[in-house]
């Protein structure tokens, strides 16, 4: 089985996408010719959880989010590439890894395991559902994997709290939608971050979030006709994109770095999540014409110059963003990032003075 699976990596590793769909689906293969019925039946009948901090991606979608191919195999080149880099960064020692939010098959690390001894990586998976937690052991346990494992974590990765006499290389997590909406991605990194060994890495390296003013039509009509038949670019001129784009600001450089800036202005409250922060300010043009639409824009880099880039995945595919109000009334948006209950992107609108208050 390990053969196997290293054989597979060689493809999904590879920068053509035929190679790398072919290991993915021989990948997908090897997890459903172990697959145990009754863990199965498990997942498909696990209840959807809605927590404070998001709404968990549930085992069933966990699983089918593998079969995007682009992704999938970014995801695990960028964390292969990471563990290289740490272990030649941490000479002797061996790599901890935390997998946040593994899902019932952990498929963004597991399948590493056919590259790496024991004595490199050391590997701690951690997931809100108990019925993807007693899966992903049987997964491991067929694969015969488990010297890999540290330990199984049944929690909030937005509480988890890595052990103190150890020290934390590598955090692996995605658990987010496109613009970080709905799940827990924000947060969970920010958890994470802090607990990084200096010169540690966390996985994706950087999530990019922008609100662009476009005209979706003709850009979505220009993706289509070029890269939609045959999907086998993994890099898309984003300056092609300019035409169809008339304002830019950025939003959200989700990075360990400016999550531990953000962290200290809060190290002294009672929460150190906050219900949302302001993330910035749109000034509304002047005769904006009404076939331009404000849109939330993301851009992954997952480890150097593995990336994901707009509309290479789900993940970086465009999301409009829908303000109730006429832009003529407005003199500006300011836009928050939203933490409880639903996270994502939200806004206020700042409406022209006029009359008397002019």
Request: aromatic fraction near 10%; glycine fraction near 6%.
């Amino acid at each position: 089985m390990r053969d196997k699976i290293a054989k597979t990596l060689e493809n999904i590793t590879s920068d053509s996408f035929e190679k790398a769909e072919k290991g993915i689906k021989a990948l997908r293969d090897i997890y459903k010719s172990i697959f145990e019925k009754e863990l199965v039946e498990k997942i498909q009948k696990a209840q959807k959880l809605q927590v404070v901090t998001g709404a968990p991606s549930h085992p069933v979608d966990a699983i089918t989010a593998f079969d995007d191919v682009i992704r999938s195999s970014r995801y695990i080149k960028g964390v292969d590439k990471a563990i290289e880099t740490l272990i030649k960064k941490f000479p002797g020692e061996k790599i901890n890894i935390v997998y946040a939010g593994c899902g019932p098959l952990a498929p963004l690390v597991l399948p590493l395991c056919a590259k790496y001894s024991p004595d490199e990586i050391s590997i701690t998976l951690v997931d809100i559902y108990d019925a993807t937690i007693e899966f992903v052991k049987g997964i491991v346990k067929s694969l015969g994997f488990e010297k890999y494992i540290a330990g199984y974590e049944l929690c909030d990765a937005v509480a988890y709290k890595f052990p103190d006499e150890k020290k934390l290389h590598l955090v692996v997590t995605e658990t987010m939608q496109s613009a970080l909406k709905k799940e827990a991605q924000f947060a969970i990194s920010w958890n994470m971050a802090g607990q990084l060994v200096k010169g540690g890495i966390m996985i994706p390296e950087e999530v990019k979030v922008d609100f662009v003013i476009m005209d979706p039509g003709k850009e979505f009509d220009y993706i289509k006709e070029k890269y939609y038949e045959p999907c086998d670019k993994f890099i898309i001129d984003e300056t092609e994109l300019e035409q169809f784009r008339k304002e830019k600001i950025s939003l959200v450089k989700l990075t360990a770095e400016n999550l531990n800036k953000l962290a200290g202005q809060y190290k002294d409250e009672e929460y150190p999540i906050p219900e949302r922060i302001k993330l910035g300010e749109f000034i509304i043009p002047e005769n904006l014409e009404k076939f331009f639409t404000p849109m939330l824009t993301t851009a992954i880099t997952i480890f150097e110059d593995v990336c994901l880039k707009e509309y290479q995945s789900g993940l970086t595919h465009p999301m409009a963003i829908y303000i109730n109000e006429r832009f003529e009334d407005l003199e500006k948006i300011v836009l928050y990032y939203n933490f409880p209950m639903e996270p994502g992107i939200i806004y206020e609108p700042v409406v022209k003075k006029s009359g008397w208050f002019a």
